[in-house]
């Protein structure tokens, strides 16, 4: 049976029922009762109770087991409050899925989103729910997306740093190169750069240096000839 409120001690109990066969017939049932503890053992070893838990509701929406035993002596049912939760609320939510399936839904509870499994207990029409805040689900993954995008940062940053050492590094020799040219074509033939590199730059700056000494001693010789 679902869980019930019992007259005699005023405690949830579960009414397991069976039948007594004579030729063939039912002569009458067996009724046992027990204590419901047992559904709130499996649901507590589903989570911590807080951020993630387990649940047990019945097709007609009446919670029958849930961390929080109030819920169950107040024969909560989630269905009760449909229009006043609203739409996206477990029990509108609940109501959208085909009986005995097995999903997953979102709902809303209390300003956070959470995130259930649910699947049917065999045997029963009851339906067991597993269920999580979303943000404390998603907190690994936008954790993970944080950390992306500030390595992505970084190496933009690292990046542009290597890309300025290596544009100065360029830029600089082929300005001074600019400045030699100019003072040859000016007649200042003595200028010459120092070479701080063995690269194409350093090459290309040793043949700067190679032309304009090719010059003033050009120059030079003729001169000694006039």
Known sequence: SDVAISKVTKEPVVFDVAPIMKNGQVAGLLVGRRD????????????????????????????????????????????????????????????????????????????DTKLAYVAPVPGTSWNLLVTESEAVMLAPINQLRNTIIILGLLIMVAGA?????????IVKPVLAANGLIKEIYDGHLSQRLEITSQDEVGEMTDSLNQLADTLQFGIMSLMKKI
């Open 36 to 111: 419901p503890t047992f559904l709130k053992n499996i649901v507590n070893n589903l989570g911590d109770g807080t951020n993630k838990y387990g649940l047990v509701i019945s097709e007609n929406g009446l919670m029958m087991a849930h961390p929080n035993d109030q819920l169950i002596l107040d024969q909560t049912n989630v269905f009760d409050n449909i229009e006043k939760d609203g739409p996206n609320a477990m029990g509108a939510r609940l109501k959208e899925i085909a009986p005995q399936s097995v999903t997953h839904i979102s709902y809303d509870f209390n300003g």
């Open 161 to 169: 740093a290597v890309a300025f050492v290596i544009s100065k590094r």
